[in-house]
């Protein structure tokens, strides 16, 4: 069965969503101003849009929170369902049941690999599959519940997902599970869900993107021989940059911070976030 992921339902208007709730954070105005406003057009949709995208390079994530996307995702297979719900924070499912759902014939959807594939041993798996299939039937014809016949089934069963997740979880789950390093599987849901999230919101779409995007990290983390093997790694530097960054810092070779440096820190001069554009109320 093939995998297909639909966007069912979303907050109403995520950009707004997102506006208001950093807006509230760095403004004077109320929650019911700062909407007044936006209705009013006093805030047209680049200036929210210029706002939220600042906002998205600092640390400040609470606010991405609070936009959420419904996925309906089927044709996965219990290999990836074990490992989508170890995300817990954020994320909400439904998944479909082996002890309500009985495969009454013995037949039950299934993935087949294209690394097996590859190997030429599709006919020894498919063989494999039907073999437990056909045990399956006789154990339900035998008066076994369903719950102990799916002991049975493989990993490459398929099963089914309605899942509710916030932004800041998604963005999460696609640091993680775009990586290269994470599994065939769980990289192309992902994917799927990214685009999905591309059709209607491309703007949000950039920020979902693996852990060494350019919005993300920034940088590898994983090992250097992963580093190495991974196709768009060059694109990327490895941590170990940083790390030769910390050992000249251990051997003192790092700039010494001068006397003209700690004036300027002393300096009754606006801190960096105050400079930072769009923070201040006035620039609302
Ligand atoms: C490449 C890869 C290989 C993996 N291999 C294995 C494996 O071999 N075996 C295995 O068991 N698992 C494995 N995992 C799963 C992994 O250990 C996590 O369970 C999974 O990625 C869920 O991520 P998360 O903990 O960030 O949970 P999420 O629910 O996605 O958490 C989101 C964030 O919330 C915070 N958070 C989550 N839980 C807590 C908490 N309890 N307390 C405080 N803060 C919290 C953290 O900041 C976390 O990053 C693997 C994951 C990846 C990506």
């Known amino acids: 069965m093939a995998i297909e992921v639909t966007l069912s339902d979303h907050t109403h208007d995520p950009l707004r969503s997102l506006y208001t709730a950093f807006r509230v954070c760095y403004s004077s105005f109320t929650p019911a101003q700062i909407e007044a406003r936006i209705e009013r057009d006093r805030i047209t949709r680049d200036e929210m849009q210029e706002f939220v995208s600042a906002r998205l390079a600092t640390g400040h994530s609470s606010p991405l929170a609070q936009v959420w996307f419904e996925f309906g995702i089927s044709g996965v297979t219990r290999a990836f369902s074990h490992q989508f719900v170890r995300h817990h924070i954020g994320i909400s499912f439904e998944q479909q049941s082996q002890r309500y759902v009985t495969y009454k014939d013995g037949t039950y959807p ?150 003209t440096d700690y004036q300027t820190i002393e300096a009754d001069e606006p801190g960096v976030n105050e400079m930072r554009e769009g923070v201040k109320d006035e620039a609302f």
């Open 110 to 259: 299934f993935t087949v690999p294209e690394s097996i594939r590859r190997a030429g041993k599709e006919e020894a798996y498919n063989q494999a599959i039907e073999a437990a299939g056909k045990t399956y039937l006789e154990l339900i014809e035998a008066g076994v519940p369903a719950e102990d016949a799916r002991f049975l089934l493989p990993n490459a069963t398929n099963t089914n997902f309605k899942v509710s997740v916030n932004y800041l979880e998604l963005m999460h789950i696609a640091d993680q599970r775009l990586c290269t390093r994470a599994q065939w599987e769980f990289r192309k849901v992902v994917a799927m869900m990214r685009s999905e999230v591309k059709k209607l919101f491309p703007e949000l779409a950039t920020y979902l993107q693996p852990k060494c995007g350019e919005f993300r990290l920034g940088y590898c983390d994983e090992s250097y021989a992963d580093w190495e093997g991974c196709p768009i790694g060059r694109k990327r530097p490895h941590k170990s940059t940083l790390f030769a960054l910390y050992e000249q810092s251990k051997k003192g070779a790092l700039d010494v911070l001068s006397d």
